[in-house]
């Protein structure tokens, strides 16, 4: 059967501000080539149908549930990713029709790489497509509005505490640029990212380890940080700027000062990274992904031995810089490499994973791809 039309988003990595979302801060992720693409074909008996397409083009069918009747924790598995966003536009008042779906992805899962918020932001385009809401069209919603509603897909039906990075980021991004996102604003900027035009690559390291303590790390993390914003009498961490810094730890109790430090000198960061990449000094960022994997391990503590053996090896073969990206636990690391370097790079952490007994990492170049379109 012939689809109405295929809608596709994107995977991402964070270059910098790693647990500053959450906190009303600045993130500045890329979109990556790996997209996952739903096709829809509208139906009009308020059902929903899932099915995934294998490599190998045959058809997995998931399940059909009645959109009307879709209630959180009630899907399970990759299923409910796409079950919440249907269920968060109509938590939102957007009537939908019914849908068959078709879902092929090729964002890894469990690397860190946002492929949760590709499949709920192609899935969100494919069926506002169906409802008349298509994104390229006259009724199109605001694209920040569906950036929120799948993140509440995946807050409140999914059950998963993120914030809005990864759903922005799929939505948003455009090719050859990162995007400087600030949360709390809502204001984005592309801003142009031409590794290759610098003699440099944005090398990707999939550590493939999922630590099993990732979701309740990030949720104590994240409370940690609104207990220290409620102590000080602030909406968020965002509003402590670096000079007040010192003064802010000061008054609050121990356990929850390395959390604040982090996600303070984070923010900064991310703003001087906005102003080398204005300057076109892509080199010179390099130390500042460095410096935010030292306190994304030291301080935030959400790194693990994998991400720091990935970041160590390849700063020793010559990396301008390396941290990991996304929540942490487990998943990727980047590091920005002299295209010369790449290869030297790629076989010293292969083979400081082999040194350490780790399963071997996958490793690739990152090119900033575009965010969610239409595909046909
Ligand atoms: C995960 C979450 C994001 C963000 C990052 C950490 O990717 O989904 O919302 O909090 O972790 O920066």
């Not at 099915?51 to 924790?73: M, V």
């Not at 990162?178 to 090398?203: C, H, K, M, N, Y």
């Not at 402590?240 to 923010?267: F, G, K, W, Y």
Request: hydrophobic share 40%; charged share 25%.
């Amino acid at each position: 059967m012939e689809p109405d039309s295929v809608w596709s988003a994107p995977g991402r990595v964070n270059l910098i501000g790693e647990h500053t979302d959450y906190n009303d801060g600045y993130v500045f992720p890329f979109a990556l080539p790996h997209r996952t693409a739903v096709a829809v074909r509208r139906r009009d008996d308020g059902l929903l149908s899932m099915a995934t397409h294998g490599s190998d083009g045959t058809l997995q069918r998931a399940g059909t549930f009645r959109i009307e009747a879709l209630e959180a924790g009630e899907v399970n598995g990759w299923a409910s990713y796409p079950a919440g966003a249907a269920w968060a536009l109509r938590e939102s008042g957007i009537p939908l029709p019914g849908a068959d779906l078709v879902i092929s992805g090729e964002v890894p899962t469990g690397a860190g790489l946002s492929s949760s918020a590709a499949l709920e932001c192609a899935t969100a385009l494919a069926l506002l497509d169906a409802a008349g809401r298509a994104l390229d069209g006259p009724n199109a919603p605001d694209v920040m509005d569906i950036a929120r509603w799948t993140r509440r897909a995946e807050n409140e039906f999914v059950g998963a505490p993120t914030g809005l990075l990864d759903q922005t980021a799929s939505l948003r991004c455009e090719r050859a640029h990162a995007l400087f996102f600030d949360v709390r604003s809502g204001e984005t900027e592309q801003i142009p990212f031409d590794a290759a035009g610098s003699g440099l690559e944005v090398l990707v390291v999939d550590t493939r380890a999922n630590h099993s303590h990732s979701e309740s790390g990030y949720g104590d993390r994240r409370k940690g940080c609104e207990q220290a914003a409620e102590l000080l009498g602030l909406p968020a961490l965002r509003d402590i700027s670096a000079t007040d810094l010192d003064d802010a730890l000061r008054r609050l109790p121990e356990e929850l000062r390395p959390l604040v430090q982090h996600v303070v000198t984070e923010n900064d960061r991310v703003l001087e990274t906005l102003r080398r990449l204005r300057r076109d000094e892509l080199t010179e960022v390099g130390e500042l992904l460095t410096a935010s994997h030292a306190s994304l391990r030291d301080d935030y503590r959400v790194s693990c031995a994998e991400l720091d053996v990935a970041v160590e090896a390849a700063l020793e073969s010559g990396a301008s810089g390396a941290r990991m990206t996304g929540g942490g636990f487990g998943g990727s690391a980047i590091a920005l490499v002299s295209t010369e370097l790449r290869s030297r790079t790629e076989q010293a952490v292969t083979a400081a994973f082999e040194r350490h007994g780790f399963p071997a990492p996958r490793l690739f170049t990152a090119v900033p791809s575009a965010g969610a379109a239409r595909d046909r």
